[in-house]
């Protein structure tokens, strides 16, 4: 059986499609870059969109490469039930072309945060979070300037009511306080999926959370979820 | 025919607005200490070549739906428009 194919888009600006493409690959699966202006996935089992600037944010984080050639292809392997997982500018990538709810706008502090962040596991219905259970406590690192999720009060409620909310952010013991909402987000809100439950936005970027000699591993139980996922489909 | 359009696009009223909070706090430190409510938002100027004022406008409105504003978070309106020489 071959290992599963995870494909990782690069944009013009994307940063984290190498450590994305490493990740998985130390995570037992196989890496398979893929090119924003073409329309191919290459018989990807999952996709992520990973973290950067592309277009160098420019109108508004994502808004640009949401249009990109190979989205196309993204949606509609989305729309086919293939597990597609967004982090940081990959969530804003997601929540722009309409396959998130709600939308990440600049950080309350109004400052860029770089740091590791205790979250908290909603769910176990998404493509990172299988073999996961909910109120698990995961530490992962987050760095962006815009990833303050927030959604209209209607769509707010539904993403709750739905039980669409994947991660919080939260203390180490897992309460959720003002204190530990690392970026003002509407109910300390980090990741969450569609109502399939095949696609998932987080800000907190597990691939850089893999290797213990450079941190915490709190994105290995995400990656071995969403190659569990992958192999399915294999 | 060419015409000339500005678009202005706004964070949603009820959305905390952290850029308009960065200016409103640097505004009493030069003196202003009666400013209030700054919020800021984009102004985009864009030139469409259609038949009629109608199909511009028309498409400039959906332009603005689909990529120029964020409908879960910004309003836009479409100010000015006028005829370009040709």
């Known amino acids: 059986m071959r290992r599963p194919r995870v494909g990782v888009v690069t944009f013009p600006g994307s940063l984290d499609d190498r450590d994305a493409l490493r990740a998985v690959g130390a995570m037992g ?116 300037g815009e990833g303050q999720f927030v959604a209209s009060g209607e769509d707010l409620a539904r993403v709750e009511g739905d039980g669409l909310v994947v991660f919080r952010y939260c203390a180490p013991d897992g309460t959720v306080d003002d204190g530990h909402n690392v970026n003002g987000a509407a109910n300390a809100i980090a990741g969450v999926r569609n109502d399939v439950g095949n696609v998932v936005g987080l800000m907190p970027h597990p691939e850089h959370a893999v290797d213990p000699d450079v941190g915490p591993t709190g994105g290995q139980p995400l990656l071995a979820s969403l190659l569990s996922r992958a192999l399915a489909r294999v | 025919m060419k015409r000339r359009f500005e678009v202005v696009v706004t964070l949603r009223p009820g959305l905390l607005d952290p850029q308009g909070k960065a200016v409103e706090s640097a505004l009493p430190a030069m003196g202003w200490t009666n400013v209030s409510d700054v919020r800021v938002g984009k102004h985009i100027v864009l030139t469409v070549d259609a038949d009629s004022e109608d199909a511009a406008r028309e498409q400039v409105e959906e332009m603005s739906r689909r990529l120029l504003s964020n409908p879960v978070i910004e309003d836009f309106r479409i100010l000015a428009s006028g005829e370009l020489p040709a």
């Open chain 1, 29 to 144: 699966g196989e890496g398979v870059p893929l090119w924003h202006a073409e329309r191919d996935l290459r018989d990807a089992d999952a996709v992520i969109l990973p973290g950067g600037f592309s277009y160098g944010d420019y109108l508004r984080c994502g808004a640009i490469a949401r249009f990109a050639p190979i989205m196309e292809e993204v949606v509609r392997f989305a729309g086919a039930g293939g597990p597609v997982v967004g982090i940081c500018n990959g969530f804003q990538i997601l929540c722009e072309a309409g396959l998130l709810p709600g939308a990440l706008i600049r950080n309350r502090s109004l400052r860029f945060v770089c740091r590791v962040v205790d979250v908290r596991v909603e769910t176990s219905l998404s493509p990172l979070t299988e073999g996961l259970v909910a109120g698990d406590v995961l530490q992962i690192p987050v760095k962006h």
